[in-house]
T-cell receptor, first 111, second 114 residues
Framework: DVKVTQSSRYLVKRTGEKVFLECVQDMDHENMFWYRQDPGLGLRLIYFSYDVKMKEKGDIPEGYSVSREKKERFSLILESASTNQTSMYLC??????????FGQGTRLTVV | GENVEQHPSTLSVQEGDSAVIKCTYSDSASNYFPWYKQELGKGPQLIIDIRSNVGEKKDQRIAVTLNKTAKHFSLHITETQPEDSAVYFCAASISSGSARQLTFGSGTQLTVLP
């Protein structure tokens, strides 16, 4: 089975902190994604990557950056966390041309 | 960009009845339409998908229909069971490079009443 693992289930951070969310997949998938999930808004794409060191902006990239130094790992970075970034963050991976497999999610609270 | 609208936002059905969730999309270039089920405390899980060259696909109690002309697609669950209770998301896909970029609907909370 495909496994997408997010490093934390729950995180509480202070406003202004730099936050790292880590995601690892074990199926050698080319593509990896970070989504944000908020009630009534569904899943919104923050960034995605189709290869090592490659990244593309999604629909809501402001306030976020990403890093993909190795094929299996995709990190989401909040340079200076703000309260409006309190949300559920979902990482996903997919092989080329196929659908996405999701991790369990990280619920981030910024206080 | 693509926009996907999903209705209803909440749906309650009696066990054994059918449930239907509908989605519309805006970009005629979209060619892949997956459906995800998200149980409480878990990430979304793919349950069925359909490509634009097919009008209907069925997998046991779950079926998906696609009307490309009208740009809408639907999920049908028959003989619902309490374990079908979850949030369901539709999505539409446009390829960007080699990545299949999904745009999701806002979700439907399905409750199956025993």
């Amino acid at each position: 089975d495909v496994k997408v693992t997010q490093s934390s289930r729950y995180l509480v951070k202070r406003t202004g902190e730099k936050v790292f969310l880590e995601c690892v997949q074990d199926m050698d998938h080319e593509n990896m994604f970070w989504y944000r999930q908020d009630p009534g808004l569904g899943l919104r794409l923050i960034y995605f990557s189709y290869d090592v060191k490659m990244k593309e902006k999604g629909d809501i990239p402001e306030g976020y950056s990403v890093s993909r130094e190795k094929k299996e790992r995709f990190s989401l970075i909040l340079e200076s966390a703000s309260t409006n970034q309190t949300s559920m963050y979902l990482c996903a991976s997919s092989p080329a041309g196929s659908s996405a497999f999701f991790g369990q999610g990280t619920r981030l609270t910024v206080v | 960009g693509e926009n996907v609208e999903q209705h209803p936002s909440t749906l309650s059905v009696q066990e054994g009845d059918s449930a239907v969730i509908k989605c519309t999309y805006s970009d005629s270039a979209s060619n892949y339409f997956p459906w995800y089920k998200q149980e409480l405390g878990k990430g979304p899980q793919l349950i069925i998908d359909i490509r634009s060259n097919v009008g209907e696909k069925k997998d046991q109690r779950i079926a998906v229909t696609l009307n490309k002309t009208a740009k809408h697609f639907s999920l049908h669950i028959t003989e619902t069971q309490p374990e079908d209770s979850a949030v369901y998301f539709c999505a539409a896909s446009i390829s960007s490079g080699s990545a299949r970029q999904l745009t999701f609907g806002s979700g439907t909370q399905l409750t199956v009443l025993p």
